[in-house]
């Protein structure tokens, strides 16, 4: 097996955080997106990109200490989310974990909504694991502004250490980029030293330049990471997305020498797809990114899969999807 990363660490232990810096919208304004070339790029990564054997394992293994498993349901409770705990710590099984030499593995964090957070962090007490909290007014964003930094400060003080804010889309569609960088800059502000992912919900921002342009602005303004997607979108994390989102990171990288983190989330629930996208950060960001501190999935049935193939590569034999329930 090659090295997988096993303990989890905060991204703010080993990632500078970012300080953000003015909005430039000379910059924002420059950013376009070509949409034939793009999907052009997107659509041979799936088919050019091919690991096998214990290479596949090494890197579905990586792709489980990436994962944020989530549960965001209306039906949430503290035994469902103890569940969810329990296969964060031990997300594959034992046998599987010793006979890859593994042991220790665990996913990246456990999201939840806020109500959640005090519990999540009662199960993971001692495990290193965080947890991520969805926040201001997730999923639609639409809650009273003071409302949305009020529950950002109470999920902080239940012990979230991660939060998953949700941005304004009228915003971005109105192209009314301060707007966007003054909300964005309060919520990192209200964050304090919880790290704070920005979700785009690039669904409902109606063009590919308008995704390079948002991802800018939220990294503009302080955000440790960018996301796709709430999830509850009609349309979630693609290829094409994620990589006009990938290249907006790396150009801020090469601008400011700040690395920021990516979160694809929604519709990757196969461990085929999380190849991809591994492959995908592994061409245009390079191996830095490669790891938990600036990549997550946010998924809550794409370990079933992974546990599955891991199965398969040491039994030889598939198990049915049901004995590899998250919560």
Not at 10 to 31: I, K, S
Request: a neutral charge; one cysteine or more.
């Amino acid at each position: 097996m090659h090295e997988t990363r096993l303990a989890t660490h905060l991204p703010q232990t080993v990632e500078p955080r970012n300080p953000g810096l003015a909005l430039d919208l000379d910059w924002v304004m420059r950013a376009t997106a070509n949409r034939s070339a793009i999907e052009r790029r997107a659509a041979t990564l799936p088919g050019r990109r091919s690991v096998k054997k214990d290479h596949q394992a090494a890197w579905l293994a990586r792709a489980v200490s990436m994962i944020d498993l989530t549960t965001l349901s209306g039906d949430d409770t503290e035994g469902r989310v103890r569940r969810l705990c329990a296969k964060a710590r031990q997300p594959v099984r034992a046998d599987i974990l010793e006979a890859l030499g593994l042991e220790g593995l665990t996913t990246g964090a456990v999201c939840v909504y806020h109500d959640m957070v005090a519990p999540a962090v009662s199960f993971l007490e001692g495990s290193g694991i965080p947890v991520a909290a969805v926040s201001t007014g997730f999923p639609a964003g639409l809650s009273p502004f003071h409302l949305r930094l009020a529950e950002i400060g109470e999920s902080v003080n239940a012990g979230a250490q991660e939060i998953d804010i949700v941005i304004s889309r009228r915003h971005v569609l109105s192209g009314s980029w301060q707007a966007l960088y003054d909300e964005m800059r309060a919520f990192r502000e209200a964050c304090g030293d919880a790290h704070v992912k920005a979700i785009l919900a690039t669904g409902e921002l109606g063009t590919l330049q308008n995704v390079a342009r948002a991802s800018l602005v939220a990294m503009m303004a302080g955000a440790d990471f960018i996301k796709t997607s709430t999830g509850k979108e009609s349309v979630n994390a693609t290829l094409p997305v994620s990589l006009v989102m990938i290249r907006a990171i790396r150009d801020f990288h090469d601008a400011t020498g700040v690395r920021i983190g990516y979160k694809p989330a929604g519709g990757i629930s196969k461990a085929k797809d999380a190849l991809t996208y591994l492959a995908l950060i592994k061409e245009e960001l390079g191996d830095d990114w490669l790891s938990p501190h600036l990549f997550r999935f946010g998924a809550s049935s794409l370990l079933g899969d992974i546990e599955r193939q891991l199965e398969h590569h040491v039994t030889g034999a598939y198990s049915a999807a049901w004995r590899h329930a998250s919560a």
